[in-house]
């Protein structure tokens, strides 16, 4: 079993934007998270050897503050992520996934130039093979 912990994903809702015509392309916030959170993820498990059987997953999502959101919408980032990292082969093999709403963590604010950021929250989860532990 193995515990990671990275940025909230952005939301499936600004997932995807519209290019020229009618194709469909992953947006610049989602390319720049996801950078940051392959990054993160690679950092957390270096030496962890890729889980090729079923897969469990249990995730708890922490918000920076208290406005509604869905949970569901940030499950595709996480395991696309999850898969590029390495993790896993593919996100098919997930048979066992539990998403809970933990407490909401006030993030620290990060300077990046002359303003001010504020990190949407964390995601927190406990990646298995199944049958193994």
Known sequence: MITVRFEVPVSA????????????TNGSKYRSWFARALHELKDQTDGFEQIKGRVGVSITVHFSDGRRRDLDNI?????DVCTHAGLWLDDSQIDHLTVIRGS???QP????GQRLVRLPGL?????WEIGKD
């Open 75 to 79: 499950l595709k980032g996480f395991q």
């Open 109 to 112: 604010k990060i300077k990046k």
């Open 13 to 24: 809702n600004q997932r995807l934007i519209r290019t020229r015509g009618r194709q469909l």
């Open 123 to 127: 995601v927190e989860a406990r990646i």
């Open 104 to 106: 909401v963590v006030e």
